[in-house]
Structures are given as C-alpha cells and as structure tokens.
C-alpha cells in the first residue's frame, strides 16, 4: 500500500509564511506526478500547484507568485512553499501523487489525509 503523509500547516498571520510537506510512503517503485490540492468549508477541492518527475511545475492563478513547489525524488517528498498569506487561503491542504508499485509495477493514486492551514486576518 502507498500512503502519503503531510506536515507542515497550522496557523499563521496575514503576510506571513508557511511551508508545508508531504511524504510517499509504501512499496514504491516510482513517484510520476505530485500535486496540492485545497478545500476550504463548503467549497470544492480545487488544485492549488503540481509538480512533474521532471521538475515541471504549474499553478493556480490565486497562488502564482506567492506559492513555489518543490519535490526531492530520493526522498518521495513534495514540499509547498507559502508565502504572503492571505486569509482566503485558509484550508484543509491535500497532498496527491500517483506512479507504479514496487512488486508488481501496478500504478497508484494516492490522496493524504490534509492539513489544516490557517490565515489570520
């Protein structure tokens, strides 16, 4: 089984910086694409950034110039740096990743758990 565990949110004031991780764990063979999703109460889950194998990387409007990801391979680990917060990226932050399993070269996709991160206003 693949499982994927983030860390990294809480709360924090407006303007500041947080950067959240997440890590792939389980029989796996290779990481393809990982990606931060968010949902805040009542909304829909919609991507916040994604980031390729390769290092390729887009993002969503709201986030562009204030948000980087970053992935180090050797590790399994995805990373969202935040920076300049506001309070409307208050949310549950959901980690994603899909790619093949060790045994038998099987692909995954995988959700996390989420957390919570939180913008004073």
């Known amino acids: 089984q693949v499982q994927l565990v983030e860390s990294g949110g809480g709360l924090v004031q407006f303007g500041g910086s947080l950067r959240l991780s997440c890590r792939a764990s389980?029989?796996?063979?290779?990481?393809?694409?990982m990606a931060w999703y968010r949902q805040a109460p009542g909304k829909q889950r919609d991507l916040v950034a994604l980031?390729?194998?390769?290092?390729?990387?887009n993002y969503a409007d709201s986030v562009k110039g204030r948000f980087t990801i970053s992935r180090d391979n050797t590790k399994n680990t995805v990373y969202l740096q935040m920076s300049s917060l506001k309070p409307e990226d208050t949310a549950v932050y959901y980690c994603k990743a899909d790619g093949l399993r060790y045994y038998d070269s099987e692909p995954f996709d995988t959700w996390g758990q989420g957390t919570q991160v939180t913008v004073s206003s």
């Open positions: 389980g029989s796996i063979l290779l990481v393809n694409n």
């Open positions: 980031i390729a194998r390769g290092g390729t990387s």
